[in-house]
């Protein structure tokens, strides 16, 4: 399953969220819809892992934006 990352536009806050169809996560500091999704890719890509982005184990599969070999997201 797809998990975003998402900013609050409005205090900034950054935050994971699993979306499950178009759900629209709301920003768990201040409530606010404001969010804007990041392009963190596949919910692999963690920060402070030196941002090496490894296709190891969850390479292709949980993507949605990955189609067979270009995403516009991770490049993958
Ligand atoms: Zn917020």
């Keep these: 399953m797809p998990i975003y990352e998402y900013q609050c536009k409005k205090c900034g806050h950054e935050f994971e969220q699993l979306v499950i169809g178009q759900d629209c996560p709301a920003c768990p500091e201040c409530e606010s819809k404001e969010v804007c999704r990041l392009m963190s890719c596949c919910g692999f890509v963690s920060k402070g892992a030196g941002g090496q982005t490894i296709a190891s184990s969850a390479s292709a599969s949980s993507c949605s934006?990955?189609?067979?070999?270009?995403c516009a997201g991770c490049g993958h």
Excluded: I, N, Q, R
């Excluded at 934006?65 to 270009?70: H, K, L, N, P, T």
């Design 65 to 70: 934006g990955c189609s067979a070999s270009s």
